[in-house]
């Protein structure tokens, strides 16, 4: 499979406790970002890499949440102390790096990791 | 920052019949449009995309028309099937040169009935 992909797909946790998850890209794309989606609403960003370079963080990104793309390559989001809020979907999707190129923005996503907060 | 509204939040209509979901966006900067299908359970898929230097996009039974000097852009799906039921969302980027993040409608839950 040469899509993005997402591991673990699901997880349960107890609040307080800690929680990391990774993302693998298309291989041939340098742009790596992080969304996260609730039932019955759109994904919403979080952050997104160039390389290894963490670009833009969004105000939903707080101090527990920390993202890191140390090779350019994989990336892993982790969440301390959790709360029941962040159960959630957490999407990764990444992007082709030709600027100006006719699929330059199209992010595909991977199948999220569905996070339960009890 | 870009705001993303659309509409309806609900859609139902008759396979064969045609769907219409319309999206408005705040900011004048942005220039990327996609659309994206979301089945139960499963991940966003890119359907269609469009950037501003065209008005309209068309892919099979499949269309997006743009319009930047009202800021909306509309998803048109002809001759529909119960295969095309899911939510559809849409989205905007604020430069379509500058890689940042997608910002979504609340999108559209569209139900095709045989």
């Known amino acids: 499979d040469t899509g993005v992909s997402q591991n673990p797909r699901h997880k349960i946790t107890k609040r307080g406790q800690n929680v990391t998850f990774r993302c693998d890209p298309i291989s041939e794309h340098n742009r790596l970002y992080w969304y996260r989606q609730t039932l019955g609403q759109g994904p919403e960003f979080l952050t997104y890499f160039q390389n290894e370079a963490q670009l833009e963080k969004s105000r939903l990104l707080s101090d527990r949440f920390s993202a890191e793309r140390p090779k350019g390559s994989f990336s892993t989001l982790e969440i301390q102390r959790t709360e029941q809020g962040d159960s959630a979907m957490y999407l990764c999707?990444?992007?082709?790096?030709?600027?100006?190129?006719?699929?330059?923005?199209?992010?595909?996503f991977g199948p999220g990791t569905r996070l339960t907060v009890l | 920052g870009e705001n993303v509204e659309q509409h309806p939040s609900t859609l139902s209509v008759q396979e064969g019949d045609s769907a219409v979901i319309k999206c408005t966006y705040s900011?004048?900067?942005?220039?990327?449009f996609p659309w994206y299908k979301q089945e139960l359970g499963k991940r966003p898929q890119l359907i269609i995309d469009?950037?501003?230097?065209?008005g309209e996009k068309k892919d099979q039974r499949i269309a997006v028309t743009l319009n930047k000097t009202a800021k909306h852009f509309s998803l048109h799906i002809t001759e529909t099937q119960p295969e095309d039921s899911a939510v559809y969302f849409c989205?905007?980027?604020?430069?379509?040169?500058?890689?940042?993040?997608?910002?979504f409608g609340k999108g559209t839950s569209l139900l095709v009935t045989p």
């Open positions: 469009i950037r501003s230097n065209v």
């Open positions: 900011d004048s900067a942005s220039n990327y």
């Open positions: 999707a990444s992007s082709s790096p030709v600027a100006g190129g006719p699929s330059y923005n199209e992010q595909f």
């Open positions: 989205a905007a980027i604020p430069n379509s040169n500058s890689g940042y993040a997608l910002n």
